[in-house]
């Protein structure tokens, strides 16, 4: 029986980890814009495990994530790979039982959470907004707010 390479599995998971935030972001812009919904349960657009989650504003710099999540200065970059560096870019942070499970990248163009709630993190069932369209921009796509139920 031949053994896996340790790159390639470790690859394997890397891509995975990337696929599913790319998904959530993705998946919430079709939970928003289908059939006219009146909410959002941010639980509808995951397809991992999680209990609380944490959504970050635009610009918000990976050590100012790190100190709101709890994580230490030596695991800092590898629980969260990246800072938003524009404005169309915010992130969340999905925990279970205190950790981080995915630091997600999510395009405002689909779904807006600014202003983010100002009370976090959000349990699971907690994590409800309603879908509010305030602006239609002139290639006809509206933009879609997501206000804290």
């Known amino acids: 029986m ?12 890397a891509v995975a980890a990337c696929s599913d935030a790319s998904d959530t972001s993705v998946a919430i812009g079709r939970l928003v814009r289908a059939d006219k919904p009146a909410t959002l349960r941010l639980a509808d657009a995951t397809r991992f495990e999680w209990d609380r989650v944490v959504i970050f504003e635009p ?38 039982q205190g950790r981080v499970v995915r630091y997600v990248r999510h395009s405002r163009a689909n779904g807006d959470f ?5 009370v976090q993190p959000l349990s699971r069932d907690e994590a409800v907004f309603r879908i509010v369209p305030f602006e239609t921009m002139a290639n006809g796509r509206t933009l879609i707010r997501l206000v804290k139920k």
Do not use: H, K, W
């Open 2 to 13: 031949r053994s896996i390479p340790v790159l390639f599995v470790a690859t394997a998971f």
């Open 59 to 96: 610009y918000t710099s990976r050590a100012r994530a790190c100190g709101v999540l709890g994580v230490q200065a030596d695991e800092c970059q590898r629980t969260v790979p990246f800072e938003s560096m524009d404005d169309g870019e915010m992130s969340l942070a999905f925990m279970a």
């Open 114 to 118: 600014v202003p983010v709630p100002a």
